[in-house]
């Protein structure tokens, strides 16, 4: 069901999840909102997404673990406190049955907020 609807807004996303994997995803919503309280929700590829300066990170749910894509970045970075989930690329799944790690994820979309504004700082020394 999930490929077929295009959601429009994070709650019409949520809302196609069983009560256990939505609970997570609320959690992983939260914790985003937190750490980026200026930062626009939106819908892209099709899941939630969070803008400031350029996208910060989206999420998504899954039949076993909760995606996060915060960028590459982020993943060598925070690798050490990453080590016990599978990464790749831009990639971090959280276990449903682990739970969300609300700290590190606060602490990885605030770095990421920190990285769009040092973007953004060099794109106008250039001009």
């Keep these: 069901m999930m490929n ?12 196609t999840f069983p009560k256990d994997a939505r609970e997570l995803l609320l959690q992983m919503r939260i914790a985003i909102r937190q750490a980026a309280p200026q930062a626009e929700e939106v819908i892209s590829y099709n899941m939630p997404a969070y803008k400031f300066h350029g996208v910060l990170v989206y999420f998504a749910g899954y039949k076993k673990h909760i995606g996060f894509y915060p960028s590459t970045s982020p993943i060598r970075i925070f690798k050490n406190e990453l080590a016990k989930y599978k990464t790749s690329k831009g990639t971090i799944q959280f276990p449903i049955e682990d739970g969300i790690p609300v700290t590190l994820v606060k602490k990885i979309v605030k770095f990421r907020i920190q990285e769009n504004l040092e973007r953004q700082k060099q794109k106008a020394k250039k001009k």
Excluded: P, S
């Design 4 to 15: 077929q609807t295009k959601f429009k807004t994070v709650d019409e996303y949520l809302d």
